[in-house]
């Protein structure tokens, strides 16, 4: 079994994906287990103070040292060895499919998430060294950002797509911008389905999903374009595209 365990002030707010979807079911298959641990709980005084002000001066607060260091020694010490650990913050490497493979291996994973302007640095000094970003936006908070690292790390633990799909996906489509998909019916609003996805020749189809996928990351994404070897074939579909899209 898979264990996650998420430090952070707002349980609430990572608890859902851990209840439905591919995560819940994953849950209620005993494929995976996420804790919630709160710094709250680890905070000595009456009031349970949680945060202070920066040293430094400058508006807003910070997360404490103590209680979130003792939140992440106790949810550590119920993850197996080995378990990789991240912070979530506006300030980390960001998170991509490489690294949500990486951590579906396993045994399991510690997400730290941030609130206010951020935690003690020294959190990320002697306790969880690496952090990750979702991208050049803000958040309120890591709690959003960690429910998304869970969403793409547990669906790829084995079994967690039940039978019928796959999280592997096919080689020759993976970094491409997923091809356009249609359902019935074959004509609505004067739109209709592509002749060739009606028409049911299995290569044909292969071959148009893959220029129409190779032909969206080029427009939108040319840079995943960049860091991958095209075959003959591929680079000949992208240039029909091309020569289509300029015609
Ligand atoms: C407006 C405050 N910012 C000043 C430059 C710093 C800042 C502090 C705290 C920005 C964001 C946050 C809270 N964000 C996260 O904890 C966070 C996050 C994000 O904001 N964007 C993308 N990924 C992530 S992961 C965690």
Redesign the pocket.
């Known amino acids: 079994m898979y264990r996650i365990s998420v430090v952070s002030l707002l349980p609430e707010l990572v608890e859902p994906v851990s209840r439905v979807g591919v995560v819940g079911r994953a849950c209620d298959r005993g494929l995976l287990s996420i804790e919630q641990v709160s710094p709250r709980d680890f905070a000595p005084d009456r009031r349970r103070t949680v945060d202070d002000r920066p040293y430094g001066g400058g508006p807003g607060m910070v997360l404490k040292y103590e209680p979130l260091r003792d939140a992440i020694r106790s949810a550590r010490s119920r993850l197996p060895e080995g378990s990789a650990e991240r912070t ?3 300030q ?1 490497r960001p998170f991509d499919q490489e690294l949500a493979q990486k951590l579906a291996v396993g045994p399991g994973l510690l997400l730290v ?6 935690i003690d640095e020294r959190i990320i000094q002697g306790e969880v060294h690496e952090e ?11 709690e959003l ?1 960690a429910a998304v690292v869970i969403d793409a790390v547990a669906r790829l633990i084995p079994g967690a797509l039940g039978h019928e799909a796959s999280s592997q996906e096919d080689s020759y489509t993976s970094g491409l911008l997923g091809h356009p998909q249609y359902t019935r019916p074959e004509s609505v609003d004067d739109m209709r389905v592509p002749e060739v996805l009606v028409e049911g020749h299995h290569e044909a189809i292969r071959r148009w999903r893959l220029k129409q996928a190779l032909g969206k990351t080029w427009l939108r994404r040319p840079v995943l374009l960049e860091s991958r070897i095209l075959s003959a074939e591929e680079q000949m579909l992208l240039q029909e595209f091309i020569e289509e899209h300029e015609a």
Not at 113 to 118: D, F, K, L, S
């Open positions: 979530l913050s506006a980390g998430a941030g609130r206010y302007e951020g990750l970003s979702l991208g050049d936006f803000v958040l309120s908070g890591g950002a």
